[in-house]
C-alpha cells in the first residue's frame, strides 16, 4: 500500500513539474503533435521526423530553424516541441522575436540586462517566432544576436520565419551582424 502511495505521489509531483515548466515557457497556445501534419515539412538531409521529435536536437544544442509561408504550421511545430521538452523536464521559453528584443531593450535601459542574459542561458530551449515580421533596429539586432552567440552550443534555439535566410538583412539592417547571426544558428 505504501509503496502505492508513494508512487501515486512521484507521479503527481512530476505532473506538477510539467505543469509548471509549461506555464513558465509562456507558450501562447499548447499545441501537441496529435493530428499534426508533417506532409508539407521538408528535413534537410540527415535529419528526419523522428530526429525532430526525439528531441535530441536539445541533448545535442542544435538548433531548428523553421522557415516558410505564412499559415504553414510553423508556430504551431515550434509550440508542440517546446510542451514536449517541457513534458521531458527541459526548460523552455517561447518568444515573439520582437517582445523578446522590446523587453531586452527596456532591461538594457534599467542597466539589468545581465541578470536577464544571465536567466535566458539557463534554459534548455528557446523559441523565437516570427522572426522577420517586423524589421529592427540597430540596439534590437545587437541584443538578440547577443542572445543567438550566447546559445551557440551551449542550448538549442527555435526560430520560426517567413523570411528565407537571403533577406534577413532587412530584418537586421547589418551585413555583418546578419551573416555572424546566421553562422551561430
Not at 41 to 67: A, R
Not at 145 to 168: C, D, P
Request: net charge positive; hydrophobic share 40%; proline share 3%.
Amino acid at each position: 500500500y505504501l509503496t502505492d502511495v508513494l508512487n501515486l505521489m512521484a507521479k503527481q509531483r512530476e505532473a506538477q513539474k510539467v505543469q509548471r515548466l509549461i506555464r513558465q515557457a509562456k507558450i501562447p497556445v499548447i499545441k501537441t503533435f496529435e493530428g499534426y501534419q508533417f506532409d508539407p515539412i521538408t528535413f534537410p538531409p540527415g535529419f528526419s521526423k523522428e530526429d525532430l521529435l526525439s528531441l535530441n536536437f536539445i541533448e545535442q544544442k542544435q538548433n531548428i530553424l523553421c522557415i516558410g509561408a505564412v499559415g504553414t504550421g510553423k508556430t504551431y511545430l515550434a509550440t508542440a516541441l517546446a510542451v514536449k521538452a517541457c513534458s521531458k523536464g527541459k526548460k523552455a521559453k517561447f518568444y515573439r522575436a520582437n517582445d523578446l528584443c522590446t523587453e531586452l531593450v527596456e532591461k538594457h535601459r534599467l542597466g539589468n540586462l545581465p541578470k536577464s542574459l544571465k536567466q535566458l542561458e539557463k534554459l534548455d530551449l528557446i523559441i523565437l517566432d516570427e522572426v522577420g515580421y517586423i524589421p529592427f533596429d540597430k540596439l534590437s539586432s545587437q541584443l538578440l544576436f547577443n542572445v543567438i552567440a550566447n546559445s551557440y552550443e551551449k542550448q538549442s534555439v527555435i526560430i520560426t520565419s517567413n523570411l528565407e535566410f537571403g533577406r534577413w538583412n532587412d530584418i537586421f539592417r547589418d551585413d555583418r551582424l546578419t551573416a555572424a547571426l546566421i553562422d551561430r544558428l
